[in-house]
């Protein structure tokens, strides 16, 4: 005599149970940060994968960074000379990254302080004359630097 599979009280087998156990964890898992006080772009080293625009930059992860401070000039020129200089200073392909106060800005790119080999490109940016300095409030852990 074959026996008959237990159930739960929802009627459901304890093989479906788990499984839908499995995607309600992957779903909470892929989702937003475990607690609010932690971010899904922590400080640290990450891989560039490609300069969006004289601001803003695609890291491995498929998190977009935006610097914070940073102002982009009017015109296409002037956007396109800040993003090939950006591109340069991230020539290397690494980048380390730091928070401030804010995580993300309403656009939901991760604001970040970067730091090349021996340069912090925010303010490298803004001293080669391709963008302009905007505060980020509350984001002002390096202002006047």
């Not at 309600?24 to 922590?42: D, E, H, K, T, Y």
Request: glycine letters at 12%.
């Amino acid at each position: 005599m074959k026996k008959k599979p237990r159930s739960f009280s929802c009627g459901r087998s304890r093989k479906a149970c788990l499984r839908l156990c499995l995607a309600f964890s992957m779903l909470l898992l892929s989702g937003a940060p475990a607690s609010p006080g932690q971010s899904r772009c922590p400080d640290g080293l990450y891989t560039v994968l490609r300069v969006l625009d004289g601001r803003s930059f695609e890291v491995a992860g498929g998190l977009s960074i935006r610097l914070i401070g940073v102002g982009l000039p009017e015109g296409e020129k002037a956007r396109t000379d800040a993003r090939d200089a950006l591109c340069r200073l991230l020539k290397d392909g690494v980048v380390t990254l730091e928070g401030d106060l804010r995580d993300q800005d309403d656009e939901g790119f991760y604001m970040r302080y970067a730091h090349g080999e021996d340069l912090f490109l925010n303010r490298e940016m803004i001293r080669l004359g391709v963008v302009f300095f905007r505060s980020a409030e509350p984001n002002v852990k390096h202002d006047g630097e």
